[in-house]
T-cell receptor, first 112, second 112 residues
Framework: QQPVQSPQAVILREGEDAVINCSSSKALYSVHWYRQKHGEAPVFLMILLKGGEQKGHEKISASFNEKKQQSSLYLTASQLSYSGTYFCGTEKDGSSASKIIFGSGTRLSIRP | ETGVTQSPTHLIKTRGQQVTLRCSSQSGHNTVSWYQQALGQGPQFIFQYYREEENGRGNFPPRFSGLQFPNYSSELNVNALELDDSALYLC???????????FGSGTRLTVV
């Protein structure tokens, strides 16, 4: 089942913060976050495994609430390079047959 | 690391024809997944291969088929092309579950 992302689109000024949410109706093993720029391939940002951990990557971090099957991606002090569409992808188990199901994406636009 | 490469980058086919898309993954990436991405949408899971065996399939008809080879390359075959098959086709690979996926740049298929 496809995870639900919100909001669908965000417009920020450079330096502002943003939060992108991802929720699932099913128990999850992991949540992936990817960024895709126009005309390019999705690029892996980070993965969060069940256990409620929070991870960080430069000024981009994420949390995973296993009980609520929700993950949030935090972008602080946004830069122009952060523009793109962000996708969360969820896995329901850790087997070799596990597959990633992606949400419909959140389009982030950063203005100078 | 050589990344994930896909060929061709663009393709135009006529309705009813057959097409083969190719993907070359990084050495050691035993899992490869194929996705269909329509404009403005998230990647939709087609199927997944693990060590040359299909081990997961999304909601796509049997005319979508694939193969994975021992040299970490794979292919997606689509028979009896329909206009709605026009999309960006992405392959993504990983070493194992619980790790991020590396995406190729995709093949843009247009069916006329």
């Amino acid at each position: 089942q496809q995870p639900v992302q919100s909001p669908q689109a965000v417009i920020l000024r450079e330096g502002e913060d943003a939060v992108i949410n991802c929720s699932s109706s099913k128990a999850l093993y992991s949540v992936h976050w990817y960024r895709q720029k126009h005309g390019e391939a999705p690029v892996f940002l980070m993965i969060l495994l069940k256990g409620g951990e929070q991870k960080g990557h430069e000024k981009i971090s994420a949390s995973f609430n296993e009980k609520k099957q929700q993950s949030s991606l935090y972008l602080t002090a946004s830069q122009l390079s952060y523009s793109g569409t962000y996708f969360c992808g969820t896995e329901k188990d850790g087997s070799s047959a596990s597959k990633i199901i992606f949400g419909s994406g959140t389009r982030l636009s950063i203005r100078p | 690391e050589t990344g994930v490469t896909q060929s061709p980058t663009h393709l135009i086919k006529t309705r009813g024809q057959q097409v083969t898309l190719r993907c070359s993954s990084q050495s050691g990436h035993n899992t490869v997944s194929w996705y269909q991405q329509a404009l403005g949408q998230g990647p939709q899971f087609i199927f997944q291969y693990y060590r040359e065996e299909e081990n997961g399939r999304g909601n796509f008809p049997p005319r979508f088929s694939g193969l994975q080879f021992p040299n970490y390359s794979s292919e997606l075959n689509v028979n009896a092309l329909e206009l709605d098959d026009s999309a960006l086709y992405l392959c993504a690979s990983t070493v194992k579950t619980g790790q991020g996926y590396t995406f190729g740049s995709g093949t843009r298929l247009t069916v006329v």
